[in-house]
């Protein structure tokens, strides 16, 4: 079975400071991780994939398979990042998408 | 293109009743994809539909079902509905195994 946990529900950190959103997994194939984000009054959007290897308004994403790790880091936070951050995780050659809880980051002006 | 759409916003029922939630994908999407999420909590796969054919499920009761169409929009039907069943259903289409794109939701509630 997959399964997806992030530890912290809510995460508070100051405007400049580093974020560090954690998500560990439990799949024992090839994941395929991703971390989707939802503003206020909007939908859920794909933030990145692991498999793009890019950073997306400055956050990056690396998977760790000894650790089953997929945590999301930016460097300097800005208030315009202050949402609800998902991550997710679709087991290679399947459909479903099996989704974390939630952490609503909040950046403190 | 408005990308993904759903009907309608709210809806509330009574116990025992069925409902029909209704989505259109974004337009060149042809796969579409349900999920339930319960306050609090991150959205649950409930099942996928590609080709009017239901393409993998998630752990959900058959009272849960659903339809794709010829133009690839898609219905999700819940019958005897239970106080758990409350809950926002979110519709994403993608373009076969491609990035999914989430509307906005359906707001069920049962009392």
């Known amino acids: 079975a997959q399964r997806v946990t992030q530890p912290e529900k809510l995460l508070s950190v100051f405007k400049g400071a580093p974020v560090e959103l954690k998500c560990n997994y439990s799949?024992?194939?090839?994941?395929?991780l991703f971390w989707y984000v939802q503003y206020s009054r909007q939908r859920l959007q794909l933030l990145l994939r692991?498999?793009s290897r890019e950073s997306i308004k400055g956050f990056t994403a690396d998977l760790n398979k000894g650790e089953t790790s997929f945590h999301l880091k930016k460097p300097f936070a800005q208030e315009e990042d202050s949402a609800m951050y998902y991550c997710a995780l679709k087991a290679g050659g399947y459909q479903k998408v099996t989704f974390g809880i939630g952490t609503k980051l909040q950046v403190i002006p | 293109d408005a990308g993904v759409t759903q009907s309608p916003t709210h809806l509330i029922k009574t116990r025992g009743q069925q409902v029909t939630l209704r989505c259109s994908p974004k337009s060149g999407h042809d796969t579409v994809s349900w999920y339930q999420q319960a306050l609090g909590q991150g959205p649950q796969f409930i099942f996928q539909?590609?080709?009017?054919?239901?393409?993998q499920r998630g752990n959900f009761p058959d009272r849960f079902s659903g339809h794709q169409f010829p133009n690839y929009s898609s219905e999700l039907n819940v019958n005897a509905l239970l106080l758990g069943d409350s809950a926002l259903y979110l519709c994403?289409?993608?373009?076969?195994?491609?990035?999914?794109?989430f509307g906005p939701g359906t707001r069920l509630t049962v009392t």
């Open positions: 692991h498999i």
């Open positions: 994403a289409s993608s373009q076969s195994s491609y990035e999914q794109y």
């Open positions: 799949y024992s194939g090839s994941p395929e």
């Open positions: 539909y590609y080709e009017e054919e239901e393409r």
